[in-house]
C-alpha cells in the first residue's frame, strides 16, 4: 500500500470572516496603538488560551499590532488566537503530518511560513488558511526566516537538520536558489544583521557564523573549545547586538559590528528566557542582575515573546500545551 496523502484543510473559529464594513478578521483594530512606552516585568497572568493537544513549540505576534498570536503544536497543527478581545482561536491550520517546529510571519501579516519534523515547509495565507507552497529537501528544517526587507520578502531561508541553510523564492516554485554549506552539525538559528545584508546562524557545532546574504561564504566563524550549542538568539532592538542563550545556562550577548564580538556591557532594558522547569527568568540588561522569576507552565516554557505594542506583557509556551499572556 502507498503512503496516505495528507489533505491540507483549515478551520475558522470566528463568528464572521469579515465585518460590516467588510474589513477581514485579521485586519488590526483602530485602538490597536501603543500603550506606554516604558517597559516594565510582568507581575499577573491576564489570560491562558489552551486548545493545542500536545505541547507548543513556539509562537509569534502579528508584525507591529500584536492583535493576533500565530502558535505552533506539537500535535501537528498551527493555530491563531485572538489577543485584544476574547481570546479565541480564530483559525487552526492543518498541513502537517509531524510536530510543527517553528513559524515565520511576513513582514505584513498576511503570509506566514511553518516547518515541521515531516519535513515540509509550508507557506500560507493568513487569512484565508489555503497553503500557498510546499517547500522540501528531504530533511528537518529546524528554523525559518523570510528576509525582512520589503523587497525580498520573497526570499525564505530555512536552517536544516543536514548542516545546511536553504534558499527559495517563494514566488518562483520550489527550484532552490542558494545553499550555504559551513556548519558540522544542525542549524538552529537564523539572525538577519547589519540591516540585513548579512545574517548570523547558530548550530550544535556550537559555533556562530556570519554570512553575506546570498554569497555562501562565511565572513566570521565564532568558535572556542569553551563554547556550548545557542538554540536561542534574539537581535536586540536598536540592532547593535545579538543576545544568545547558551546550553551552559548563559545568556551572551554578541556585538553586530564588524568584529562580532563577545560584549560584556550592553544599554537596553531587560532579558527574559523560558527554562527547562516552566519558569521564565528576567534579567536587566545593563547589570545582568536577575530582575524576576515567574512560574510560567508545567514542564519546559519552551518559548517567550514580547507584545510589540504593549511593552509589559509577554506570551509564553510550554510543552504542557498551553499559551499564557502576562502583565
Known sequence: ????????????????????QGRSWIAPPSYAKATNEYCFTPKRLVHTWSGHTKGVSAIRFYPRYGHLL???GMDSRVKIWDVFNYGNCMRTYMGHSEAVR?????N??????????????????TETGQVISTFSTGKVPYVIKLNPDEDKQNVLLAGMSDNKIVQWDVNEGKKITQKYDQHLRAVDTITFVDNNRRFVTSSDDKSLRVWEFGIPVVVKCISEPHMYSMPSVSLHPSSNWLAA???????????????????TRAYGRFVFSGDSEGRCWFWDWKSCKVLKTLKCHHGVCIGAEWHPLEQSKVAT???DGLIKYWD
Not at 500500500?1 to 460590516?20: Q, S
Not at 517553528?102 to 511576513?106: E, L, V, Y
Not at 519535513?119 to 495565507?125: G, M
Not at 542563550?245 to 560584549?263: A, P, R, W
Request: glycine residues 8%; proline residues 0%; contains cysteine.
Open 70 to 72: 500565530l502558535s505552533a
Open 245 to 263: 542563550q547558551s546550553m551552559d545556562n548563559q545568556i551572551l550577548v554578541y556585538s553586530t559590528g564588524e568584529k562580532f564580538q563577545l560584549e
Open 102 to 106: 517553528d513559524i515565520c510571519f511576513s
Open 1 to 20: 500500500m502507498g503512503e496516505a496523502i495528507l489533505v491540507e484543510r483549515t478551520c475558522f473559529h470566528g463568528k464572521e470572516e469579515r465585518d460590516y
Open 317 to 319: 509556551c510550554g510543552w
Open 108 to 125: 505584513d501579516g498576511t503570509k506566514f511560513l511553518s516547518s515541521s519534523f515531516d519535513k515540509n515547509i509550508k507557506y500560507w495565507d
